[in-house]
């Protein structure tokens, strides 16, 4: 059974820490990762990965995914309040068709 | 400005009514999807179409049903069959085939029961 486990489920921090969240997946046919941030409402597109080793920056965010070892991780560096979101990983995984599985995300929670 | 349209924002639905949730795209996307999301979830599929006069199941698509008659506009019906319809509901659209390519997102309807 396809599937993709996020980790934490929630997190809290103060501003000016750094996070790691975690993207672990089981998808036959992978095609990309991606991320997103959920706040108030729709998902907003983050990175999208095909490769591994090859690191996306984008500011304070970074992701990397590792295609042996089957995960990707999302860096946050100097947390602000306005990072506090639901972030969601989401592998597109079916052929030459975009499926999407997504992961139940992190919750994270940046304090002033 | 392209984008996705969802209406409305907040729907009730009373026992044994069907509700239709509206999905428009402007994005010349071929691919259109709907989501649900409960609280503290991630997205489940309900149901994609990646072409006009098609779609597919997703995980969960007891209890709903879609059209796809024009390619912008991808309606989902919720039956009185689904008996846990409180959710927050999402559309997505695509671009199909390449290497991949992400989604875009509508800003949801939030479904209730009265």
């Known amino acids: 059974e396809d599937k993709v486990v996020q980790s934490p489920l929630s997190l809290v921090v103060h501003e000016g820490d750094t996070v790691t969240l975690n993207c672990s997946y089981e998808?036959?046919?992978?095609?990309?990762l991606l991320w997103y941030k959920q706040e108030k409402k729709a998902p907003t597109f983050l990175f999208m990965l095909t490769s591994s080793g090859i690191e996306k920056k984008s500011g304070r965010l970074s992701s990397i995914l590792d295609k042996k070892e089957l995960f990707s991780i999302l860096n946050i560096t100097a947390t602000q309040t306005g990072d506090s979101a639901v972030y969601l990983c989401a592998v597109d995984g079916l052929g030459n068709f975009n499926k999407f599985y997504f992961g139940s995300g992190t919750k994270l929670n940046v304090k002033p | 400005d392209g984008g996705i349209t969802q209406s409305p924002k907040y729907l009730f639905r009373k026992e044994g009514q069907n509700v239709t949730l509206s999905c428009e795209q402007n994005l010349n996307h071929d691919a259109m999807y709907w989501y649900r999301q409960d609280p503290g979830q991630g997205l489940r599929l309900i149901y994609y179409?990646?072409?006009?006069?098609?779609?597919q199941k997703g995980d969960i698509a007891e209890g709903y049903s879609v059209s796809r008659e024009k390619k912008e506009s991808f309606p989902l019906t919720v039956t009185s069959a689904q008996k846990n319809p409180t959710a927050f509901y999402l559309c997505a659209s695509s671009i199909v085939g390449g290497a991949g390519q992400p989604q875009h997102f509508g800003d949801g309807t939030r479904l209730s029961i009265l």
């Open positions: 179409s990646h072409i006009v006069n098609d779609f």
């Open positions: 998808v036959t046919n992978f095609r990309s």
